[in-house]
Protein backbone atom coordinates (compact mmCIF):
# COMPACT_ATOMS: atom_id res chain seq x y z
CA UNK A 1 0.00 0.00 0.00
CA UNK A 2 2.98 2.81 0.97
CA UNK A 3 4.57 1.41 -2.43
CA UNK A 4 1.38 2.59 -4.68
CA UNK A 5 0.78 5.64 -2.44
CA UNK A 6 4.65 6.23 -3.29
CA UNK A 7 3.66 5.40 -7.08
CA UNK A 8 0.75 7.94 -7.36
CA UNK A 9 3.11 10.87 -5.76
CA UNK A 10 5.76 10.33 -7.86
CA UNK A 11 3.63 10.04 -11.17
CA UNK A 12 1.22 13.31 -10.01
CA UNK A 13 5.16 15.42 -9.84
CA UNK A 14 6.16 13.72 -13.01
CA UNK A 15 2.60 14.90 -14.06
CA UNK A 16 3.03 18.33 -13.14
CA UNK A 17 6.52 19.31 -14.43
CA UNK A 18 5.20 17.75 -17.58
CA UNK A 19 2.53 20.22 -17.50
CA UNK A 20 5.36 23.01 -16.34
CA UNK A 21 7.41 22.01 -19.38
CA UNK A 22 4.38 22.37 -21.84
CA UNK A 23 3.35 25.77 -20.57
CA UNK A 24 6.73 27.16 -20.25
CA UNK A 25 7.21 26.24 -24.05
CA UNK A 26 3.89 27.79 -25.01
CA UNK A 27 4.89 31.02 -23.32
CA UNK A 28 8.13 31.00 -24.94
CA UNK A 29 5.85 30.56 -28.32
CA UNK A 30 4.45 33.49 -27.42
CA UNK A 31 7.00 35.79 -26.38
CA UNK A 32 8.92 34.90 -29.43
CA UNK A 33 6.51 34.01 -32.05
CA UNK A 34 3.34 36.81 -33.83
CA UNK A 35 0.32 35.43 -33.16
CA UNK A 36 -1.75 36.32 -36.14
CA UNK A 37 0.75 35.07 -38.77
CA UNK A 38 3.50 32.34 -37.16
CA UNK A 39 6.45 34.01 -38.35
CA UNK A 40 9.17 35.24 -35.63
CA UNK A 41 8.13 38.62 -34.11
CA UNK A 42 9.96 41.95 -34.38
CA UNK A 43 11.84 41.49 -30.93
CA UNK A 44 12.93 38.46 -32.00
CA UNK A 45 14.06 39.88 -35.21
CA UNK A 46 16.16 41.90 -33.69
CA UNK A 47 17.72 39.61 -31.48
CA UNK A 48 18.36 37.08 -34.26
CA UNK A 49 19.92 39.56 -36.77
CA UNK A 50 22.07 40.85 -34.39
CA UNK A 51 23.56 37.27 -33.20
CA UNK A 52 23.27 36.50 -37.23
CA UNK A 53 25.62 39.56 -37.81
CA UNK A 54 28.10 39.19 -34.84
CA UNK A 55 28.59 35.66 -36.80
CA UNK A 56 29.08 36.54 -39.90
CA UNK A 57 31.36 39.02 -38.41
CA UNK A 58 33.28 36.26 -36.85
CA UNK A 59 33.56 34.40 -39.44
CA UNK A 60 34.17 36.17 -42.00
CA UNK A 61 30.80 35.96 -44.11
CA UNK A 62 27.90 37.82 -45.73
CA UNK A 63 23.94 37.64 -43.81
CA UNK A 64 21.17 38.74 -46.35
CA UNK A 65 18.32 40.77 -45.08
CA UNK A 66 14.85 40.92 -47.70
CA UNK A 67 12.13 43.42 -46.57
CA UNK A 68 9.06 42.95 -47.64
CA UNK A 69 6.00 45.35 -47.19
CA UNK A 70 2.52 44.51 -49.12
CA UNK A 71 1.75 47.03 -51.50
CA UNK A 72 -1.96 48.90 -50.93
CA UNK A 73 -2.98 47.04 -47.89
CA UNK A 74 -4.41 49.71 -45.99
CA UNK A 75 -6.49 50.02 -49.21
CA UNK A 76 -7.09 46.34 -48.68
CA UNK A 77 -7.97 46.37 -45.56
CA UNK A 78 -10.36 49.38 -45.97
CA UNK A 79 -12.48 48.02 -48.96
CA UNK A 80 -12.47 44.26 -48.01
CA UNK A 81 -12.58 44.58 -44.11
CA UNK A 82 -10.37 43.50 -41.69
CA UNK A 83 -10.69 39.75 -41.62
CA UNK A 84 -10.01 39.33 -45.17
CA UNK A 85 -6.64 41.47 -44.04
CA UNK A 86 -5.82 39.33 -41.81
CA UNK A 87 -6.96 36.18 -43.83
CA UNK A 88 -3.72 37.68 -46.50
CA UNK A 89 -1.78 38.03 -43.28
CA UNK A 90 -2.09 34.56 -42.38
CA UNK A 91 -1.53 33.18 -45.95
CA UNK A 92 1.69 35.28 -46.23
CA UNK A 93 3.02 33.72 -43.37
CA UNK A 94 2.33 30.60 -43.87
CA UNK A 95 3.80 31.07 -47.77
CA UNK A 96 6.95 32.22 -46.08
CA UNK A 97 7.15 29.26 -43.26
CA UNK A 98 7.34 26.95 -46.43
CA UNK A 99 9.35 28.80 -48.56
CA UNK A 100 12.49 30.14 -47.05
CA UNK A 101 15.43 27.88 -46.10
CA UNK A 102 15.53 26.16 -42.64
CA UNK A 103 18.24 28.44 -41.90
CA UNK A 104 16.50 31.67 -42.83
CA UNK A 105 14.68 33.57 -39.81
CA UNK A 106 11.01 34.80 -41.59
CA UNK A 107 9.79 37.46 -39.37
CA UNK A 108 6.68 39.75 -39.11
CA UNK A 109 8.43 43.27 -38.85
CA UNK A 110 4.90 45.16 -38.04
CA UNK A 111 2.10 45.54 -39.96
CA UNK A 112 2.27 44.31 -43.34
CA UNK A 113 6.48 44.67 -43.05
CA UNK A 114 8.13 41.04 -42.87
CA UNK A 115 11.94 40.68 -42.72
CA UNK A 116 13.76 37.39 -43.35
CA UNK A 117 17.23 36.97 -42.68
CA UNK A 118 19.10 34.80 -44.52
CA UNK A 119 22.90 33.31 -42.41
CA UNK A 120 25.32 33.14 -44.87
CA UNK A 121 23.51 34.41 -47.66
CA UNK A 122 25.86 36.43 -50.50
CA UNK A 123 24.30 39.63 -52.06
CA UNK A 124 23.31 37.49 -55.18
CA UNK A 125 21.57 34.54 -52.80
CA UNK A 126 19.89 37.14 -51.22
CA UNK A 127 18.77 38.82 -54.36
CA UNK A 128 17.67 35.98 -56.09
CA UNK A 129 15.71 34.43 -52.77
CA UNK A 130 13.85 37.82 -52.70
CA UNK A 131 13.02 37.42 -56.92
CA UNK A 132 11.45 34.01 -56.09
CA UNK A 133 9.55 34.81 -53.04
CA UNK A 134 8.42 37.96 -55.00
CA UNK A 135 6.74 35.83 -57.64
CA UNK A 136 5.23 33.20 -55.75
CA UNK A 137 3.27 36.16 -53.28
CA UNK A 138 2.18 37.33 -57.09
CA UNK A 139 0.85 34.40 -57.14
CA UNK A 140 -0.74 33.76 -54.01
CA UNK A 141 -4.40 33.59 -54.05
CA UNK A 142 -6.10 33.84 -50.66
CA UNK A 143 -9.50 32.05 -49.77
CA UNK A 144 -11.17 34.26 -47.66
CA UNK A 145 -15.04 32.96 -46.94
CA UNK A 146 -15.23 31.08 -50.53
CA UNK A 147 -14.31 34.26 -52.13
CA UNK A 148 -10.62 33.95 -53.63
CA UNK A 149 -8.72 37.50 -52.99
CA UNK A 150 -6.36 38.01 -55.73
CA UNK A 151 -3.73 40.54 -57.01
CA UNK A 152 -1.79 40.73 -54.09
CA UNK A 153 1.46 42.65 -55.38
CA UNK A 154 4.59 43.54 -52.49
CA UNK A 155 7.25 45.45 -52.62
CA UNK A 156 10.91 43.25 -51.62
CA UNK A 157 14.30 45.58 -50.52
CA UNK A 158 17.26 43.99 -50.24
CA UNK A 159 20.57 44.10 -47.95
CA UNK A 160 23.70 42.74 -47.24
CA UNK A 161 25.80 42.43 -44.43
CA UNK A 162 29.30 43.65 -44.53
CA UNK A 163 28.21 45.58 -48.06
CA UNK A 164 25.46 47.55 -47.25
CA UNK A 165 25.78 47.87 -43.15
CA UNK A 166 28.17 47.04 -40.75
CA UNK A 167 25.29 47.08 -37.91
CA UNK A 168 21.86 45.56 -37.73
CA UNK A 169 20.57 49.44 -38.11
CA UNK A 170 22.18 49.60 -40.88
CA UNK A 171 21.45 46.36 -42.56
CA UNK A 172 17.55 47.61 -42.01
CA UNK A 173 17.63 50.94 -43.30
CA UNK A 174 19.45 49.85 -46.55
CA UNK A 175 16.86 47.25 -46.82
CA UNK A 176 14.19 49.52 -46.28
CA UNK A 177 15.98 52.30 -48.26
CA UNK A 178 15.68 49.63 -51.00
CA UNK A 179 12.27 48.74 -50.77
Same mark, same amino acid.
Given at each position: ????????? *????????? %?????????? $?? %????????????????? @???????????????????? =?? #?????????????? @??? $? +????????? #????????? @???????????? +?????????????????????? +????????? +????????? *? %?????????? %??? =?? @? $??? $??
Amino acid at each position: ESQQVWALA *VTEHIALAL %ANQRLRESLH $AQ %AVRDSLTGLYNRRYMEQ @ALEREVLRAARNGRAVGVIM =LD #LDHFKDFNDTLGHE @AGD $A +LLRALGDYL #LTHVRAEDI @ACRYGGEEFVII +LPEASPEMSRYRAEELWKGVQA +LHVNHHGEL +LRGVTASFG *V %ASYPQHGATT %AHL =LR @A $ADT $AL
